[in-house]
């Protein structure tokens, strides 16, 4: 029969340690269930302890004085009979209290966690309330890029609309610049330009835009003969305006065609999410770096609102006097490409979560066939680049026909 | 030697050996569960030895439709109930908080806290009035209980509501280390006069004047003539429990005129002089009781440890809230199988 | 549909369970004749006899113990806590054995504990206390506080009926407030809060006596353009957690509001799940809004101590204020 040993018991509601007073058994000799093997006095009594099965003692593991830890090997027994299923039943002796395991149970383990944990950045000095950083990281703002207006330099949620207004997508034009920018040069002459507020916010979105939408781009020439004398007719009647109004009631009426050009693609959930209103950002290059304030509801406005708003727009934008509902929440942009200079066209960049911008090169004269004829006409390129998760060739091709066309034949 | 054995209570003989055996049985099973805590096997064990007339004898004295609300010490009791023992000791062996279906057995769950239980009895018993049912209830406590001010609390409620009850104080003169004296400086039984019903002292290590006290409670009870108090004397032979170590306040002289008055010694030399059992029965009885224990034993040893979410959060409300089993669901989700 | 007071609706809806089930018992102290110190079981007594709606002895553990026997022979007990101040002698009865009960014998408890609460009313010592928390803390125990008639009335009627042991907080500053009660009126279930004010800046939640103080904030606070939404939380366990994340993620500010002092108070666990559920709509601090960490104050004093509209409206500043 195989040997098995015993172990010291927990004999009284959380006992640690027992100390041997005497064996009532010597090694060789036989005993029986319930038989005295020793005393043994823990720290709140002397007692017996009987043994658990019958057979003969083979060996003793300790001596007389030396205190044995709760869950030590007291005794080891050859039992005469197997004490049926009692071992897998108890598995030891320590049950409950101090050492007590519970062999067959189950256990509550820590866990490795499934991805190696990301160890958090931390950012000294950012104060910023939990919605207020989960807005951040929705608009991917930088915190650390932006000086809290709250109390203690607290970043607030307006900071943060405020910051998330500021970049803007299109045009591949705009110039390397940083608002405040420190120049370091390095052994080779090199400068390394450290790269903070509208600068990092446009560098991020701009990221964003090309490494999570898959976007393509088509041009077209458009003649604005028509356009050119709508606008000298409103100059006459003491409205001048600049070609944009004309643009923006275009693209409003092109987006009332399609209205899938006006929409965003939800990435948490896979969807489509076509917008209700029409509110058209405006790429605006300032000092500080491209700004795209947002003309909210375009598609309700005449051109005389529309020249109006854009004005003020844009020149609040280069003055820096916008306030956060004017730079935040476009659904489709507008930006100018070529506007001076040699430029003809250019490939705007989608602003993220947008579907469509629409960039504008300059009207000028060119030559174009007109009835068979090549005549001298007012013209521009227009670009538009759009979502392809959202948008085909064809439908882009139909957009553009669309605004071509709202172009060609101005109110 | 004091013996009410001229009483027999219209016992059969039969009824009487029984007594006795239970006596036995319930001694042996009292040794065997210390045996088994002092093995490891369970996390403590309060013994009754000496207490068996007391706790054979009332249970004998009851209708089986009768309910009795037991304190902790009523093991003896939970037996003659017909309580599976091994079953019964997964309470000490920390499986669960209860158990048996107080509602088989008609036996209420152990009571930890000293006389909390005692209210309840009362409670129950107002309501068999209520329902103007003949069942009675027997309440059991001992004598540090009745320094509790929900002892007080119920005994005055049932005197006021004339509840259906049987208070039965197992006075066994010690409350862990606390002698009787430093318990009361009056009479237990002589309180009851104050709440309006009688009570009586009687030789807890006696089955026969339990058996006797206990039924005249329940048929006065029944009557409808509300409760009673028994004060039974007896004495706590062992430790209060297996973390417990008498030696450290009671003095060794007082254990021998006990030892003395034991409760089975007695009753068996009354059974022997008027010729009830023999030595050959004496002996069947004590060869029954060994192999009861060792059954107890064995049900203990091989108690499956139950599946810890129903275990744990099974038995929590009646009519759980969806926050709840949210929370048994995680935690049954963060738990690793067993090996 | 008629107009009662929340004290009245409670004895509508003792009568009611009265009568649809005979296993109900209405007792505790000077509840039969005298018909409760707040008359709250006036003419009950009369109607249903001296067998099921009953004076006990002065004796709270008692009151609460004989229920847990009634309850286990199979009645629904709906003892009366005279006042707040007073159950602490069944504080033992209450936890030990009226929450733990069906853990250790799978027997349903039936218990409603009734429980006036709240200060507010110029009371002497023990009878202004809100002890809610400790039994919140209690597993076993579901815990109400309602603040409308029609939810003391449909709250009681759901905890009396179903299986589970109910401490019932009964706002005894609110027992003369008016509202429609309409019956029969469909259940009114544990565990549900309810948008007691729809608002847009800044949750208040509360329950009990505050619901109303917090309503009184809401409409000062309306007229200077800030608009809060007040959440009656009417059962704090089971706590509807998700009633008060879906505010607090629409507001980003919470305010949890009792009389209880603050200092381990109920609005801790409020604060900890808001904090926990909806941590990145957070756009301040959750404010527990409570009684000082003081004993219940002489009368001449309650004011300062509990909080008012005042208090909610400055911590409502405070909390949109902070960034």
Known sequence: ????????????????????????????????????????????????????????????????????????????????????????????????????????????????????????????????????????????????????????????????????????????????????????????????????????????????????????????????????????????????????????????????????????????????????????????????????????????????????????????????????????????????????????????????????VVGFGGIRQRPMVVKGQVLARESAWISISVDHRIVDGGLATEFLTTLVTQLEHPE | ?????????????????????????????????????????????????????????????????????????????????????????????????????????????????????????????????????????????????????????AMNFAGVFRAPVIFLCQNNQWAISVPLRQQTAGSIAERAQGYGFPGVRIDGNDVLAVVGAVRTAADRARRGDGPSLIESVTYRMGAHTSADDPTRYRPPAELAPWEARDPIARYAGWLRAQRIVDEAQLAAIAMEADAAAQAMRATLTHLPIPPPGASLFGRVYHDPPASFLKEREEFEASLEPPP | MSTVTLGKAITQALRDALADDRKVLVFGEDVGRLGGVFRITDGLQHDFGEDRVFDTPLAESAIIGISVGLALRGFRPVPEIQFDGFIYPAFEQIVSHVAKYENRSGLSLPITIRVPFGGNIGAVEHHSESPEAYFAHTAGLKVVAPATPADAYGLLRTAIAGPD??????????????????????????????????????????????????????????????????????????????????????????????????????????????????????????????????PYPPARFEKLYLPDADRILQAVDETLAYG
């Open chain 3, 165 to 294: 042991p109910v401490i019932f907080f009964e706002p005894k500053a609110r027992y003369y407030l008016k509202g429609e009660l309409e019956l029969p009126c469909p259940p009114v279930p544990l565990g549900r809060a309810r948008i007691a004010r729809a608002g847009s800046a800044v949750s208040v939640i509360a329950y009990g006596p505050m619901v109303e103080t917090a309503l009184q904030a809401a409409q000062r606070a309306d007229a200077e353009g800030i608009s809060l939404e007040v959440v009656d939380l009417r059962s704090l366990a089971p706590l509807d957690v998700d009633t008060v994340v879906a505010s607090v993620r629409k507001t980003h500010h919470a305010i949890v509001v009792h009389e209880a002092p603050v200092f381990g108070g109920f609005g801790a666990e409020v604060a900890a799940r808001i904090s926990h559920d909806a941590f990145d709509s957070l756009e301040a601090p959750v404010v527990r809004l409570g009684g000082l960490n003081i």
């Open chain 2, 1 to 153: 030697m004091p013996q009410t054995g001229t009483a027999n209570h219209g016992l059969t003989r039969e009824q009487l050996v029984d007594l006795y055996r239970k006596m036995v049985v319930i001694r042996r099973a009292d040794q065997e569960a210390l045996n088994l805590q002092r093995q490891g096997e369970l996390g403590l064990w309060g013994q009754f030895l000496g207490q068996e007339a007391t706790q054979v004898g009332a249970i004998a004295a009851l209708q089986d439709s009768d309910w009795v609300v037991p304190s902790y010490r009523e093991f003896g009791m939970a037996m003659c109930r017909g309580i599976d023992p091994g079953t019964m000791l997964g309470y000490f062996r920390g499986l669960t908080h209860g158990p048996w279906d107080p509602r088989r057995y008609r036996f209420l769950p152990f009571a930890i806290s000293v006389a909390t239980q005692v209210p309840h009895a009362v409670g129950f018993a107002m309501g068999c009035r209520l329902e103007g049912s003949q069942d009675v209830v027997l309440c059991v406590f001992g004598d540090g209980a009745t320094s509790e001010g929900d002892w007080h609390e």
């Open chain 1, 1 to 356: 029969m195989a040997e098995r040993t015993f172990h010291l018991p927990d004999l009284g509601e959380g006992l640690t340690e027992a100390q041997l007073v005497r064996w009532r058994v010597d090694a060789g000799a036989p005993v029986e269930v319930n038989a005295p093997l020793c005393e043994v006095e823990t720290a709140k009594a002397v007692v017996v302890i009987p043994s658990p099965w019958a057979g003969t003692i083979r060996s003793l593991h300790a001596r007389p004085g030396e205190s044995i830890p709760v869950g030590a090997p007291l005794v080891t027994i050859a039992p005469t009979a197997e004490p049926a299923g009692e071992a897998e039943a108890t598995g030891g002796s320590v049950l409950v209290g101090y050492g007590a395991h519970t062999p067959g149970g189950a256990q509550r383990r820590r866990r490795a966690p499934a991805a190696p944990a990301s160890t958090p950045t931390p950012q000294a000095g950012v104060r910023a309330a939990p919605f207020v950083r989960q807005l951040a990281r929705e608009r991917g703002v930088d915190l650390s890029a932006i000086q809290g207006s709250g109390p203690d330099g607290r970043i607030t949620r307006s900071d943060v609309e405020a910051a998330a207004a500021l970049p803007s997508a299109p045009a591949a034009a705009a110039a390397p610049q940083a608002s405040a920018p420190e120049r370091r040069p390095d052994q080779d002459g090199d400068h390394r330009i450290t790269v903070v507020g509208i600068r990092k916010a446009i560098a991020r979105q701009m990221v964003r835009s090309v490494s999570t939408i898959p976007q393509f781009t088509e041009f077209a020439i458009f003649d604005a003969t028509a356009l050119m004398e709508a606008r000298a007719l409103a100059r006459r009647g003491g409205r001048p305006r600049t070609p944009l109004p004309y643009f923006v009631r275009a693209l409003a009426l092109a987006v009332r065609a399609h209205p899938l050009l006006n929409s965003s693609w939800d990435e948490a959930r896979d969807e489509i999410v076509v917008k209700g209103a029409l509110h058209v950002g405006i790429a605006v290059n300032t000092p500080q770096g491209l700004l795209v304030p947002v003309l909210r509801h375009a598609d309700r406005l005449d051109l005389d609102a529309i020249a109006e708003q854009a004005g003020r727009l844009i020149d609040g934008a280069r003055a820096g006097t916008l306030s956060v509902s004017d730079m935040t929440g476009g659904t489709i942009t507008v930006t100018n490409v070529g506007a001076s200079g040699p430029i003809e066209t250019g490939t705007p960049l989608v602003n993220p979560p947008e579907c469509c």
